[in-house]
């Protein structure tokens, strides 16, 4: 009777530690992949709204330092950003003539569309 109980038992003991260490893992991965895309949505968030800052002071008050600042949060969404979105940005760049006004318009409802569907996407 005594040849069984102690095998039972250990089994018992050893399935309820690998249970234990398997769920304490898996929670871990899961953590860190939640960590990670919380600090991505940060990262693009801030991305975005600092481009769309640097956009603004730019209109308002055009100057090589404003350029250069809008330069920064551009190369800032290239490195966080999708590839929709850095073409939006592209594309106002490209059309900064007056006479270029409403392609201009056209580039800037896509980008803030872009936006919004990526940080929707990622939320």
Known sequence: ME?????????????????AII???????????S??????????REAYFGLLDALHKAAIQPSMENSKYFAL????VEVFGTQEIANGVQGMVNT???NQRHERDIFF??????IRKDLQDNA
């Open 23 to 33: 769920t304490k893992l898996l929670d871990h991965f899961i953590n860190r992949k």
């Open 96 to 98: 900064n003539e007056p």
């Open 109 to 114: 409802k896509q980008l803030i569309s872009a």
């Open 35 to 44: 960590a990670k895309q919380t600090l991505l949505y940060k990262e693009k």
């Open 73 to 76: 949060w551009q190369t800032r």
């Open 3 to 19: 040849n069984w109980i102690i095998p039972l038992l250990g089994d018992l003991g050893i399935g309820s530690v690998l249970t």
